[in-house]
């Protein structure tokens, strides 16, 4: 109020006094009429400055916010009220513009982090119309987000179980899906809110795999030792029942140590791999001597060859291995193990070593028995997997060697290859990383032999 008053008394005073001038250049005296009329017009031109100044901000106000920050933007009126009232106005929407900027701000910070989430978001407005997704989301169902915004959500995420799932609106559990175009499994769950629903989907492809392999495991394990105790189990009946001669028991007994050495091997077997799945990782800094692993190895397969086999070692340069020594003799004596139970006697078995280029090293047993065909080959490491299950239980195989390399050499960051020839023979290799290899001062060179420790 202060200051139209102030402008309207400055006005009337402005007024008055060019009354006074004007009186006075006309030679009259400055008489009170002529001040009231000099400040009557100052009222009058405030009133008509205040009536142009109020046009002008009208005008200015009606302007939209583009113009307001174009070229050809009106400027707002500096003094008066008008000047008053458009600063205000300026200044409340500038406070107005930052806060929706940071309420915007807020929103992307929030939808950017649900559009990194490992699971899809999926918001349904209340006709089930697509109205927001995130990345994994648009993965999940094959969507298009700008493209199938306000379409349908079922006109375009057609898979019969998720159209039936969301018709009955029994959301307290999960639904799982395979999609054809998403190569995998889906958990989907739904979440009413508001008046839309919230679709949440996780990818479950690996939890069902691992849960698959799980079963199989528990079925393979119970497979392999319901037969050795059905043996068991029925001679012990036979032993209680049928009265019979000394010599008819003694087989019959070595028969069931027999069964029990089998079920002993796999029980041993099944303990080594759950203490490679759940143990330490093998040190990067206690060194084992290659030569002297492999010729225990090779030692181990004489042992159980019992001159069967021409057992030969043949040493790349000397060197020596980080890691855990009873796992990498474990799995080199696995090798060997195969090779001299499944070549027929009189076959010959070489156990090799040798530099990669990037000086890692590969250990290799090399046999000329019967060979594996290739259709085999990428199963071997296989938990249980056999190519002929009854040679392999004959030969006291439990079918889980393989796996035990593999997962030695998993730990060890190193990997098994198998190169083998149906008639020929097979060649089992041990690679191992040059961050786990120290090569000795000394090398002996390649292909030179070492002569093993007899027995
Ligand atoms: P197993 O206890 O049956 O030997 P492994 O996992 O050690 O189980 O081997 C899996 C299968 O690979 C064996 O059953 C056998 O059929 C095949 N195999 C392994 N080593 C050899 C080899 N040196 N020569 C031929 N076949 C082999």
């Not at 400055?49 to 400027?75: F, N, V």
């Not at 969507?143 to 039936?164: G, H, K, S, W, Y």
């Not at 979440?191 to 691992?210: C, F, I, K, N, W």
Request: glycine letters at 10%; a negative charge.
């Amino acid at each position: 109020m202060l200051i139209p008053l102030s402008f309207l008394g400055l006005f009337c005073t402005a007024g008055a006094a060019l009354g006074a001038l004007c009186a006075s250049t006309l030679n009259q005296d400055v008489s009170a009429e002529a001040l009231l009329l000099g400040a009557l017009a100052g009222a009058l031109s405030h009133q008509l400055y205040g009536c142009a100044q109020s046009e002008r901000l009208s005008a200015w106000a009606k302007q939209s916010i583009d113009q307001r920050s174009g070229p050809r933007a009106l400027r707002a009126p500096q003094v008066g009220v008008s000047g008053e009232i458009a600063y205000r106005v300026e200044k409340n929407y500038r406070a107005y513009e930052r806060s929706i900027r940071s309420e915007g701000d807020r929103l992307a910070f929030f939808l950017s982090a649900i559009d990194a989430s490992p699971n899809g978001v999926l918001l349904l407005n209340a006709h089930q119309e697509i109205d927001w997704c995130n990345r994994t989301a648009a993965l999940h169902f094959a969507l298009d987000p700008v493209r199938d915004r306000l379409q349908p959500v079922t006109n375009i995420v057609r898979m019969p179980e998720f159209i039936a799932y969301l018709r009955e609106g029994q959301f307290d559990d999960a639904v799982t899906l395979r999609s054809s175009r998403f190569a995998g499994k889906l958990a989907v769950i739904v979440r009413p809110y508001g008046e839309g629903m919230l679709v949440l989907s996780q990818d479950v492809t690996e939890r069902d795999r691992a849960e698959q392999m799980r079963r199989d495991f528990v079925a393979n394990v119970s497979h392999e030792m319901r037969t050795p105790l059905t043996v068991v189990s029925g001679f012990i009946e036979t032993l209680a029942s049928i009265p019979m001669s000394d010599s008819d028991r003694q087989g019959m007994l070595g028969m069931m140590e027999t069964q029990t050495q089998r079920m002993q091997a796999i029980v041993a077997d099944l303990l080594t791999l759950a203490e490679l799945e759940g143990g330490a990782m093998p040190p990067l800094d206690v060194w084992t001597d290659c030569h002297s692993l492999l010729a225990r190895a090779a030692d181990t397969g004489r042992g159980l060859s019992a001159g069967g086999h021409d057992i030969s070692l043949q040493s790349g340069p000397l060197c020596e291995l980080a890691g855990a020594d009873s796992e990498l003799l474990s799995a080199v004596d696995n090798l060997v193990s195969n090779a001299c139970r499944y070549t027929p006697p009189g076959g010959v078995i070489v156990i090799g070593q040798r530099m990669t280029p990037a000086g890692g090293v590969v250990i290799e047993v090399t046999d000329n028995g019967p060979g594996i065909a290739p259709e085999h080959l990428p199963r071997l490491t296989e938990r249980f997997y056999r190519v002929d299950s009854g040679r392999s239980r004959e030969h006291g195989g439990t079918g889980l060697g393989l796996s035990i390399v593999k997962h030695v050499m998993q730990r060890h960051g190193g990997r098994v290859d198998i190169q083998s020839e149906l008639g020929k023979g097979s060649c089992f290799s041990l690679e191992l990383p040059p961050a786990r290899v120290r090569r000795d001062s000394q090398p002996v060179g390649a292909g030179q032999a070492v002569q093993a420790p007899t027995r």
